[in-house]
Nanobody
Framework: QVQLVESGGGLVQAGGSLRLSCAASRIIGIINVMGWYRQAPGQQRELVAD???????NYADSVKGRFTISRDNAQNTVHLQMNSLQPEDTAVYYC????????????WGQGTQVTVPS
């Protein structure tokens, strides 16, 4: 059973920074895409950023220039450096990975809370 362990959430003042990490274990096959999503209260879950195995990245417009996603293929980890955090970034952040074993499988982490008080 694939396991995703997230860390790094918390409470930070507006303008501050946080770094989220997600470590994947018990992986069968290869990890193709790794990404971060977030869900604010009463809102749908949305993509924040993702990164392919080759390093191509994709960001939501709302975080471009403030957030940076990176991954370590050898360690099966993905990180999200979040700078200039704003109250609207408050949400539960979820790690997602897509593995390839004949076909693709998606796995989600348990979520980590990020709170930026207004």
């Amino acid at each position: 059973q694939v396991q995703l362990v997230e860390s790094g959430g918390g409470l930070v003042q507006a303008g501050g920074s946080l770094r989220l990490s997600c470590a994947a274990s018990r992986i069968i096959g290869i990890i193709n895409v790794m990404g971060w999503y977030r869900q604010a209260p009463g809102q749908q879950r949305e993509l924040v950023a993702d990164i392919t195995r080759g390093g191509s990245t994709n960001y939501a417009d709302s975080v471009k220039g403030r957030f940076t996603i990176s991954r370590d293929n050898a360690q099966n980890t993905v990180h999200l450096q979040m700078n200039s955090l704003q109250p609207e970034d408050t949400a539960v952040y979820y790690c997602r990975i897509q593995t390839l074993v004949g076909r693709s499988y998606n796995y989600w982490g348990q979520g980590t809370q990020v709170t930026v008080p207004s």
